[in-house]
């Protein structure tokens, strides 16, 4: 007997069942049974509500704003549908925390994203599925496949729509060259770069700008927005530099910590534009942001994925 979408099992943790619901919804599904609970002593606990054995399973964990937690909970989920006999574990999580840690940048510091891929690995599952990884080698990390999808087509047919003359869109460092030129090619928009150091954990200045930003309307491009501080660094260095009034902000992943909406909203961006990787409460909002859904994108991936189809021709 061939198998249908509603063969499908999806099941959310609790770090962004908003973004769980709207998936489930484009698929056509329900989104499976889970109980996710804390004991008074803060550990958490997880258990399958109903019968997974033999099926396709896809879990979507995000990590939000409390990345141990959101982590430690991914863990056991997947421990819980091991043991139910799932045939297949599919993990997708939007926003991979850890992510910037890809390196040893100073003596006897963690690789942070490898034990995270290495934790993933050892609770065992069979294919990932993520959004705008901060370095893309984080795949090499993992021994099985990693979908590494980019909220880059959300991006270039919001800004398409608003036919923005005179663009140049801008990459916040070397790391983001590549995806704000190909952001920049199919907005038939220029390329600058801007070159930053970051002197401590969580403060980064801009020393410089490479490629012409004056007189035009600018695009600061970027994977995620933590504090902020980078992006508004680099916002006084563009206006230093002549460009005009309309700068324009898109991020995939809104961390937004500390002082991050503080600093957003009143760093005078013309709009902030994000993804919902990352869920964004009320507290989190300000005016002039919009936020973009990434559920679709999603939704046709794993339909792709469990139809045995193409995932790269959606970008």
Do not use: W
């Amino acid at each position: 007997m061939s198998s249908s979408i509603r063969d499908i099992h999806f099941v959310c943790g609790s770090s962004h069942q908003s973004l769980g619901q709207e998936i489930a919804d484009y698929l056509g599904i329900k989104t499976g049974r889970m109980m996710l609970s804390r004991f008074s002593s803060g550990e958490t606990y997880a258990r399958v509500e109903e019968s997974i054995r033999g099926s396709d399973v896809y879990v979507l964990q995000t990590i939000s704003g409390h990345p141990n937690d959101d982590y430690m909970e991914l863990f056991l989920i997947m421990d819980a549908l091991k043991r139910a006999s799932a045939k297949a574990i599919h993990v997708i999580i939007p926003h991979f925390g850890y992510a910037r840690q890809d390196k040893k940048s100073a003596p006897r510091e963690p690789i942070s994203a490898r034990l995270m891929a290495d934790l993933l690995s050892a609770v065992g599952f069979d294919r990932l599925m993520t959004v705008d990884l901060h370095a893309d080698q984080i795949q090499g990390f993992f021994s099985r496949p990693v979908d590494h999808m980019t909220a880059l087509p959300l991006f270039v047919d919001y800004f398409a729509a608003k036919n923005l003359t005179n663009l140049v869109v801008v990459a916040p460092d070397a790391g983001r060259a590549k995806f704000a030129k190909k952001l920049g090619d199919r907005l038939g928009a220029d390329l600058a770069i801007l070159h930053k150091t970051r002197p401590d954990h969580n403060v980064a200045e801009v020393v410089n700008i490479v490629g012409d930003v004056r007189g035009k309307t600018v695009l600061l491009i970027d994977d995620m927005v933590d504090t902020g501080g980078s992006v508004t660094s680099g916002l006084d260095m563009l206006r230093r530099n002549g460009c005009n009034d309309e700068i324009y902000l898109a991020t995939t992943h809104p961390v937004f910590s500390g002082p991050a909406v503080d600093r957003l909203s009143k760093a005078g961006f013309k709009e902030v534009v994000v993804t919902n990787t990352i869920p964004v409460p009320p507290e989190k909002q300000f005016p002039g942001l919009t936020v973009l859904s990434i559920a679709p994108l999603l939704g046709e991936a794993i339909l792709r994925n469990f139809e045995n189809r193409s995932i790269s021709s959606l970008f």
